[in-house]
């Protein structure tokens, strides 16, 4: 018997079909996951299109409004939580434990834009020595009776006097110029944050 024709038949079919095709055992599996993948793909797609939109549904249902910058914010706090969890738990880059720690880095800065605390040790400062800041509104009428806007009234209970409160707004006044330039610092050093290293958070 020939011996080639004899190692053939003696050589499994998939082998032979492999060496026909000129793949190794590599190829083929790779070319196999990527048919499941091209052929599983609609019904993946389907299923992050429906649990994408409930996500962003809850999160819609808080902070829908298009006019307040505190909803922009929350937004972006919104979506690089979801980046934070797909680099950590899913990241294919060598480095994506190192990008998931610099997407957090970056939602704790937008978290304390949010709440706005930053320079709140000033405001504590002042509260304590004037008082708790009170507000109420007056309405101020047209000719015909009718209300025409409400004014803000803004009063403390360690301002009382005249000359207490004019102290009292003039210290507000240099407090909220400083207190404004320390969020425009924090803010920019936030956002700066973010563009230096944002385009590295794609995988």
Do not use: C
Not at 86 to 92: A, D, F, L
Not at 165 to 192: A, D, G, M, S, T
Request: aromatic share 18%; no cysteine.
């Amino acid at each position: 018997m020939d011996i080639q024709n004899d190692k053939a038949i003696k050589e499994p079919k998939s082998k032979r079909i492999k060496q026909f095709l000129g793949l190794t055992d590599r190829d083929l599996g790779y070319k196999i996951w990527k048919l499941w993948r091209s052929m599983t793909y609609p019904f993946r797609k389907f299923y992050y299109w429906v649990s994408a939109s409930l996500s962003y549904s809850r999160f819609l249902w808080d902070y829908h409004y298009d006019w307040d910058y505190y909803s922009f914010i929350k937004l972006m706090i919104f979506k690089l939580k979801k980046m934070e969890h797909q680099q950590r738990k899913y990241g294919n880059a060598v480095d994506h434990i190192k990008y998931a720690d610099q997407i957090k880095k970056a939602i704790r800065g937008l978290e304390k834009i949010a709440e706005e605390n930053v320079g709140n040790k000033l405001r504590d400062i002042h509260d304590k020595k004037w008082g708790t800041l009170h507000m109420d509104l007056e309405p101020i009428y047209k000719e015909d009776g009718k209300i025409k806007y409400h004014k803000s009234n803004f009063w403390r209970d360690g301002a009382q006097t005249e000359e207490k409160k004019k102290q009292e707004h003039e210290e507000f006044l240099k407090f909220i110029e400083h207190e404004e330039k320390l969020i425009r610092k924090y803010n920019l050093h936030v956002f700066k944050f973010i563009a230096k290293h944002f385009k590295y958070w794609w995988d």
